[in-house]
């Protein structure tokens, strides 16, 4: 055979690995006595379980003279990865090979004589190891780049989606409009020719009665008789086809009434599914904010300056809407976060704190905030039947005690103006609060307390909407209050109609509720969707309250008011522009952003900024819940 040809053979029989690894080796007399070389640095990138194939640089030239002629062996020190110890062999010279590139560079191929059979085992995995390395690890990476972009595409899917579905019901719900206002326009002009058609019905009756006493006149009459009755068939002809005309108008305006009827009955079904596939991503979309770390869910999304705040009051929402659909894990999450690491001053918790580190944002502390944080871990209670965190609200019952006649909130800047709303709206949470304790605890102190609020909360509570849901209609009316004039009051004097332009662009009208309308008079008026979800809230709790009594018209006139400004805020929803909220539907706070309340705070910043709290409300109104009541 040709020398060619077997060394084409020969290195048939090697594994080409995709890195090298240093070998020492020395070259020995073929009986193996004499020692013709230092120990030498080499390299290998090729074995095979009978040698290996060894790349020499700079090799001198009279030891390449004994490797060409086969006149020595080589023992190898071989340096495998991952081995404390070099595997040592002695082998003999098959074949070797000067390199074109360089000079002094030699391909030495080498058939052991002696090795360890465990350590040639070990090589050899190594070799195949190595040798599936490469091509296991693309493949991985291409199974993973594959999951990425086939994730990518999904989410991409996903928030086209959900937005899609944000669009979709504004567009409905402007399509619906529409038809309501055609339907009203419709109805007065019915009104009006059904006006026409009695005057001209009593007209023609009043000409009959005429022509008939002129028929039964003597004789003498008779003969002047004549030509007034021709007058009058002429003129009962006349009156006959203006009748015959406003019947024809009539039936047409009932035709048009029934296509818009039965366009509006479509596009109410649609907003219907609409309304509530964007409902339930507004609570995904709360799911998704909660940081896994601290349990705290961010306030806001949007506003770069308070992008990571959770204020505790948000988190109270946040801890109501999970209990209100029973998902009671991340509930558990935020109260831990109370219960063991939320920094406290004077017994109380702080206004907000990081959501992802849960360190103090703002040191202020407000009693509402925490009269707040009581009343979802009560509701927790009762729901879940836990009740774990019970010392943790009687802890924070103690200290809004402990602070009992001071403002509520140290710390309070110069821009908290509306002193007095804002002291009816702590009271009636903390009288909620007391009052919610003792129905869970039984506790007298607790009852003792929420009498004693109540009473001194009764010359306030007159222009408060929180009075509908944190006293009851029922209790209102037996102190003398007619909760109708609490809900007329606000709809007099915080009911307003704005042009809101939505994050793509566009202009709509929305009509809702600025308890310091006052203040934005010069603006046009601003809605807040948290105040605005809140009335809805009440129109729904008087409706309730109404229909137990039977009186069904009162009753019914509630609940379209809450319809009518529920439908009104589903104009407001926007998509999620955040990674994790996916496009998920939202509300921003209000309909211009940094906007001064009148409460002592700026609305957040941007356009679309989503709110938790007004998120939240809003699913507190569409489902109908009142977290201030506590329900079996």
């Known amino acids: 055979m040709r020398r060619r040809e077997y060394l084409g053979l020969e ?14 080796f020395q070259l020995l007399s073929l009986d193996g006595r004499q020692i013709f070389s230092e120990w030498i640095q080499g390299f290998t990138n090729n074995i095979c379980r009978g040698g290996i194939c060894l790349v020499i640089n700079q090799l001198a030239p009279d030891l390449a003279k004994i490797l060409k002629d086969a006149e020595a062996k080589v023992s190898l020190k071989i340096e495998m990865p991952l081995n404390r110890e070099p595997v040592a062999a002695v082998a003999k010279v098959s074949w070797i090979k000067d390199s074109v590139e360089t000079s002094h560079k030699y391909l030495v191929g080498l058939t052991y004589e002696q090795i360890n059979p465990d350590q040639n085992n070990k090589i050899m995995r190594y070799a195949r190891m190595r040798k599936l390395f490469v091509p296991v690890a693309l493949g991985i990476i291409f199974v993973v780049g594959i999951g990425l972009s086939l994730n990518t595409y999904i989410n991409i899917k996903l928030i086209r989606g959900n937005k899609a579905l944000v669009e979709q019901l504004v567009k409905i719900v402007q399509e619906s ?25 009593l007209e023609i009756k009043n000409v009959e009665e005429e022509k008939k006493n002129l028929e039964n006149a003597g004789n003498l009459e008779k003969a002047q008789a004549v030509k007034k009755i021709r007058e009058l068939n002429s003129l009962m002809e006349k009156l006959s086809q203006v009748r015959g005309s406003l019947q024809e108008q009539m039936i047409n305006i009932q035709q048009k009434e029934n296509v818009v009827t039965e366009e509006l009955l479509r596009l109410d079904e649609v907003k219907s599914h609409l309304e509530k596939a964007n409902i339930d991503n507004m609570y995904q979309w709360l799911k998704a904010h909660q940081n896994p770390r601290t349990g705290l869910v961010a306030s806001f999304e949007g506003d770069s300056d308070i992008a990571n705040w959770a204020f505790t009051y948000d988190q109270s929402l946040a801890a109501l809407a999970y209990t209100n659909f029973r998902d009671f894990s991340p509930v558990r999450k935020i109260f831990d976060f109370f219960d063991k690491k939320g920094q406290k001053k004077n017994g109380l918790f702080l206004n907000a704190y990081y959501a992802n580190k849960g360190s103090p944002a703002e040191l202020v502390v407000d009693k509402r905030a925490n009269a707040w944080l009581g009343i979802a871990i009560l509701q927790y209670t009762q729901k879940s039947q836990d009740r774990k965190y019970l010392g943790l609200v009687e802890k924070i019952a103690q200290a809004i005690a402990n602070l009992a006649g001071e403002d509520g909130k140290e710390e309070v800047t110069s821009k908290a103006l509306d002193i007095a709303w804002q002291a009816a709206e702590q009271d009636l949470a903390i009288y909620a609060f007391y009052n919610l304790l003792y129905k869970v605890t039984g506790e007298p102190l607790y009852k003792t307390r929420s009498d004693e609020l109540f009473n001194q909360l009764l010359p306030f509570v007159d222009t408060h ?26 709809e007099q004097n915080c009911q307003v109609e704005v042009s809101y332009t939505r994050p793509e662009g566009k202009n709509v009208k929305i009509k809702g509720f600025d308890f310091a309308a006052q203040r934005h008079l010069a603006k046009g008026g601003v809605v807040f969707s948290e105040w605005s979800a809140q009335m809805v809230l009440a129109f729904k709790i008087m409706g309730d309250f109404y229909y137990n009594k039977n009186m069904i018209a009162k009753a019914r006139s509630y609940k379209s008011k809450a319809e009518e400004y529920l439908v009104e805020l589903g104009k407001m929803i926007i998509s999620s522009l955040s990674a994790s909220g996916q496009g998920e539907s939202c509300l921003p706070y209000a309909t211009q952003d940094f906007v001064d309340t009148g409460h002592g705070w700026m609305a957040p910043k941007g356009k679309s900024t989503g709110s938790l709290a007004g998120t939240t409300y809003t699913i507190f109104a569409y489902y109908n819940y009142n977290p201030l009541e506590l329900k079996e």
Do not use: C, H, T
Request: aromatic share 6%.
């Open 11 to 24: 290195r048939r029989k090697y594994i080409r690995l995709n890195s090298v690894f240093p070998v020492s």
């Open 177 to 201: 409009s529409v038809a309501k206002q055609k339907i009203k326009m419709i109805a007065k002009e019915k009104e009006s020719l059904q006006l026409r058609m009695q005057i001209s019905q």
């Open 465 to 490: 909407v929180w009075s509908i849901a944190a006293i009851g209609p029922e209790k209102l009316n037996a102190a003398g209050i007619n909760p109708d004039r609490i809900l007329e009051f606000i």
